[in-house]
T-cell receptor, first 115, second 114 residues
């Protein structure tokens, strides 16, 4: 069964609104979670590393004020796309490794469409 | 900074052929390497995980090898079937500056013709 649950699986929102995506580790505690974005016909690009109890680490070129990350507990990380624009439409997926030497588990992904 | 490349970008083969997908990475200090499959508009399906201490892993018609020192991995698919059509992604975890991040390659789009 799924060990990482991501919600919602798809969302449509109006330009200028904010959207929150949740990522939960179900069977283990994750002090670190990763957020990725995938544009059509492209690969997954790491956006940021979510750290429980401290600030997220953003990859170069990712706006931290636009993509707010909160790692509220050892099993939950949220990504909020603020003031969404059509160019933010993408597939967002989270990952939580249970240990450094195991496979990384991925959520089901969230398809965001901004109209 | 860890960089992952995959060759070829796209591949079209007739059903029944054996095929090889290639993955290269620049920082060999990885923890592990994982191969995924992604169907159009869908999430990721994990196929094989190879730890840095391992040379290969097998699952059914799939065999993945890892040569960490040269920064290469291959995914071998035997007797390909139309249902194998998908994008195959190579992902490496770890590296001297990447720590436990998982970095993806651009993927190989596979089409198996009946």
């Amino acid at each position: 069964g799924a060990v990482v649950s991501q919600h919602p699986s798809w969302v449509i929102c109006k330009s200028g609104t904010s959207v929150k995506i949740e990522c939960r580790s179900l069977d283990f505690q994750a002090t670190t979670m990763f957020w990725y974005r995938q544009f059509p016909k492209q690969s997954l690009m790491l956006m940021a590393t979510s750290n429980e109890g401290s600030k997220a680490t953003y990859e170069q070129g990712v706006e931290k004020d636009k993509f707010l990350i909160n790692h509220a507990s050892l099993t939950l990380s949220t990504l909020t796309v603020t003031s969404a624009h059509p160019e933010d439409s993408s597939f967002y997926i989270c990952s939580a490794p249970s240990r450094w030497d195991t496979e990384a588990f991925f959520g089901q992904g969230t398809r965001l469409t901004v109209v | 900074k860890q960089e992952v490349t995959q060759i070829p970008a796209a591949l079209s083969v007739p059903e029944g052929e054996n095929l090889v997908l290639n993955c290269s990475f620049t920082d060999s200090a990885i923890y592990n390497l994982q191969w995924f499959r992604q169907d159009p508009g869908k999430g990721l399906t994990s196929l094989l995980l190879i730890q840095s201490s391992q040379r290969e892993q097998t699952s059914g018609r799939l065999n993945a090898s890892l040569d960490k020192s040269s920064g290469r991995s291959t995914l071998y698919i035997a007797a390909s079937q139309p249902g194998d059509s998908a994008t195959y992604l190579c992902a490496v975890r770890g590296g001297e500056t990447s720590y436990d991040k998982v970095i993806f390659g651009p993927g190989t789009s596979l089409s198996v013709i009946p």
